[in-house]
């Protein structure tokens, strides 16, 4: 069954529209709380937000919509995702939820979901909500002496941050590192760069003055250009990026050049590997991740294993499999000995103790293999289905043929935004190139 609201990562889209007007945030409060008020205990739902100036109109209204369902809410503020699923499990609440459209611009908000246990939910409670959505009368409100109570969590942050210096190893300090942080003007733009100079970092701020509109503007993992250049003028050891609301990173290596999650997840999976830490065989990521990374695992005697895109994917298989890293190219990186979803400044945390091991430059402890030429470019589209065009199937098979055991082609509609994305990649740079150049174009008129 299709979904109608969630996408990949919760429920999405632009601020007082669609899904996101204070209306439809109450009712999807008051659903999540009919599908988590169980027993006659009081509940607890823990909420946290990221730096959007429409995060505090859906804060109120998904606020309204839980305590009208029995629940109690306390509320966090601007912290990180991976914070909200970690507090869920801290707090013993019943249900956490963070306001947040992650790396989209500031007129997006969302809204994500995590059950008792800190992850995110499954398809089929998502749908679950769904149907109360479209039909009121699967929902109950509470009794007037059972409505809940609202309360602000003021040492939210405090928490986080200490659970993030634990994950470091105890015996290793960040002294004589100089770190660029850029926080997308986001939700992690007061624990990253606290965390990282509590740990002895020599750091450097930048996007971290969040007005409630530039949040990932010019700025974060979607954006490193800004890192880049301030790691070359400082002449910085390394320079971390993270996104609107904290779960993806990007790396700068001391020369300026971009790391990305691929590089990452094969630098911790082999590091781990060497010290008898890493479960599963390998780490598992998604469609997306380059060949280099597959051919260079397969190299360390390491596998990979591969799943839709989506986070919350990548920890299904991890579960099911006992994989303890895994994650995504854009940078998501869950590692499940320490969080439930993926935790960029956990992730930079463990490049960063790498890094120390070593004792060289980030430029040659990060780039571990050449990534085949890869190009992904999007194609916007309102309505219809130009995948299923016979013209544009047609194309895609041929564009496969080409390609055959040298390269990979991935084509898929977002789950977060209107755009059909098509993915190549292969030994033959040129090839590559014109493959995607002309599904675009296919694509592009199937979809007029």
Known sequence: MARKYFGTDGVRGRANSGAMTADMVLKIGMAAGNLYRRGSHRHRVVIGKDTRLSGYMIENALTSGLLA??????????VPTPAVSMLTRSMRADLGIMISASH???ADNGIKIFGPDGFKLSD???LEIERMLDDSSLMSV?????????????DAQA???EFAKRTYPK??????LRVVIDTANGAAYKVAPTALWELGAEVIQIGNEPNGININDGCGSTHPEAMCAKVKELRADIGIALDGDADRVIIADDKGQVVDGDQLMALI?????????????GLVATIMSNLGLERYLAGQKLTLARTKVGDRYVVEHMRAHGHNVGGEQSGHIVLSDFSTTGDGLLAALQVLAE????GKPVSEVCNLFTPLPQVLKNVKFKQGQPLEDNAVRAMIADAEARLGNSGRLVIRPSGTEPVIRVMAEGDDEGLVVRIVDELCGAIARAAA
């Open 69 to 78: 369902a029995g629940m109690d809410v306390f509320l966090f503020g601007p």
């Open 269 to 281: 999976a082999t590091s781990w590997a060497k010290r008898g830490e890493l479960r599963g065989g």
């Open 171 to 176: 015996d290793m300090t960040l002294d004589g």
């Open 142 to 154: 509470a009794e007037p002496d059972t409505i809940g109570r609202a309360k602000r969590i003021e």
């Open 159 to 161: 928490r986080y941050i």
């Open 104 to 106: 989209n611009p500031f």
């Open 124 to 126: 089929e409670q998502e």
């Open 355 to 358: 890094v120390k091991r070593q």
